[in-house]
């Protein structure tokens, strides 16, 4: 075997694929397994998840597939990722949302193009407060969309209000939120349920049945209402169960370093 050869091995070559073009790739095989399961093409965003991940690979892909759509988990790193990549891009907060946080969120990032980890009312009015300020001085700026997220498996490690308290805060932010626009519902979910095949993730399930809850109580109709739901292990299912939003992130930019955040 030759052994001190190693530059004709095909693992080496694959291992010399500059990082841009292997992004890029991946995202796209994210993007073709989406299309064979989805009901109709283009129906299902694609938000990459980059958290933990640095500014260059977030640009690299940008640059190379024109995708816009990127998710953040920490609102310091959404704050320095935005500040320095491209205003075309659209950042959406996915992460365990802390009050204190959602002013500034809101108001010093204008291509915020959704936050989907409202689970209070107190975070959706800060989060008003925040994008009402940023109108105020810049009036072309669009609403910020937001999600309610839900809590569909009971685990306590996720955040998300309860299922029964959904349309309540749906209906406040339609209400009372002048400056947001409800975009729909997220959840997280449990990796396990998409584990077991055979039947489909209870959460997704649940997530359909308070959307459709949340809709007769705000009085408009259910496709009104994305559903965000579907992550790397999972996506598939979420596509074919009929999600508008999926959030993927290790199949794209690898396995992240260790982390902060305990419960994802
Ligand atoms: C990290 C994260 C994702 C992406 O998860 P992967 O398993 O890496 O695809 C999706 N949604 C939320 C809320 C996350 O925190």
């Known amino acids: 075997m030759s052994t001190d050869q190693p530059h004709s091995s095909t693992e080496q070559d694959t291992g010399l694929l500059p990082r841009a073009q292997l992004l890029a790739e ?7 397994r989406i299309s064979s399961v989805a009901h109709s093409p283009n129906s299902v965003r694609l938000v990459a998840v980059s958290k933990l991940k640095p500014a260059t690979d977030v640009l690299a892909i940008h640059e ?25 891009l659209n950042w959406h907060f996915i992460g365990a949302l802390q009050t204190n946080k959602c002013k500034h969120l809101a108001e010093r990032i204008p291509n915020l193009w959704a936050v989907e980890s409202v689970d209070t009312v107190k975070k959706a009015d800060a989060l008003e407060k925040g994008r009402a300020a ?5 009036p072309s700026t669009p609403k910020l969309r937001v999600y309610v997220q839900v809590n ?3 685990e306590e490690s996720k955040s998300g209000c309860q299922p029964t308290a959904a349309p309540v805060l749906a209906k406040h932010i339609l209400e009372e939120c002048k400056h947001l626009t409800l975009q729909g519902l ?11 095949s055979d039947i489909p993730n209870e959460d997704f399930l649940t997530l359909k049945r308070v959307r459709d809850e949340v809709a007769q109580r705000v009085g408009i109709d259910s496709d009104q209402l994305e559903l965000s739901m579907g992550m790397s292990e999972d996506f598939e299912q979420a596509v074919s169960l009929g999600t508008s939003n999926v959030r993927v992130g290790t199949i794209i930019f690898g396995q992240r370093p260790l982390k902060k955040d305990a419960a994802i």
């Open 26 to 32: 991946n995202l796209q095989a994210v993007l073709q």
């Open 64 to 88: 190379r597939t024109g995708h816009t759509h990127f998710g953040e988990n920490y609102s310091h790193e959404l704050l320095e990722k935005a500040a320095s990549l491209p205003t075309a």
């Open 134 to 138: 940023l109108l105020s001085t810049s």
């Open 152 to 154: 569909t498996s009971g």
């Open 186 to 196: 997220m959840t997280i979910g449990a990796i396990a349920r998409s584990r077991e």
